[in-house]
């Protein structure tokens, strides 16, 4: 069900001194930051010739990210996002699997502009999973 990587994001607690290390340091090809108010994030995205790199910051009061954040001071990876070609029948067919997906179970739109869902860390291997539809 499950197809390419879409992405990895890192949750930072420096956006600008990660993007210029991943500019500068590692050479890749980084992108303006992007406010997603309805996400809690500001996002960086590396492009890599495979995949990207989403760089993760926290936006406002209630921001998703914020108890990692707390966890993981330094930053850290926050979770890999697979593409599927229809969510809407891979959320029912996870759920009846029983697993967890977050929020109201509803698509948000993603940082593409493609809707996107989460999956609970604790059903795969302590790593929250992000599925976008392809
Ligand atoms: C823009 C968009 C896009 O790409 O298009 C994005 O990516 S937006 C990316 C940001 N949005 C999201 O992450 C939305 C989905 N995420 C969420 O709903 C939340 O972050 C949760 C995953 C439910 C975690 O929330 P919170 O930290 O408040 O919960 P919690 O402290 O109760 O955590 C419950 C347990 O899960 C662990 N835990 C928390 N976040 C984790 C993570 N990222 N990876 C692995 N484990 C994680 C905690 O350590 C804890 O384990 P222990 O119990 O063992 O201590
Ligand atoms: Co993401």
Same mark, same amino acid.
């Given at each position: 069900?499950?197809?390419?990587?879409?992405?990895?994001?890192?949750?930072?607690?420096?956006?600008?001194?990660?993007?210029?290390?991943?500019?500068?340091?590692?050479?890749?090809?980084?992108?303006?930051?992007?406010?997603?108010?309805?996400? +809690?994030?500001?996002?960086?995205? =590396?492009?890599?010739?495979?995949?990207?790199?989403?760089? #993760? *910051? &926290?936006?406002?009061?209630?921001?998703?990210?914020?108890?990692?954040?707390?966890?993981?001071?330094?930053?850290?990876?926050?979770?890999?996002?697979?593409?599927?070609?229809?969510?809407?029948?891979?959320?029912?067919?996870?759920?009846?699997?029983?697993?967890?997906?977050? +929020?109201?179970?509803?698509?948000? =739109?993603?940082?593409?502009?493609?809707?996107?869902?989460? #999956? *609970? &860390?604790?059903?795969?291997?302590?790593?929250?999973?992000?599925?976008?539809?392809?």
């Amino acid at each position: 069900m499950i197809g390419r990587l879409n992405h990895v994001a890192i949750a930072v607690p420096d956006l600008e001194a990660a993007a210029a290390s991943y500019r500068d340091t590692l050479g890749a090809k980084v992108n303006p930051p992007q406010d997603e108010p309805e996400h +809690g994030v500001t996002v960086v995205f =590396i492009e890599l010739p495979n995949t990207k790199i989403e760089l #993760l *910051h &926290p936006l406002g009061e209630n921001s998703p990210i914020k108890g990692f954040l707390e966890k993981n001071p330094a930053g850290g990876i926050h979770h890999i996002c697979y593409e599927v070609d229809d969510i809407i029948a891979a959320r029912d067919r996870l759920r009846a699997a029983g697993a967890r997906v977050l +929020g109201d179970g509803e698509p948000k =739109i993603g940082a593409h502009g493609k809707p996107v869902l989460f #999956l *609970h &860390p604790k059903d795969f291997q302590g790593t929250l999973v992000e599925l976008e539809q392809a």
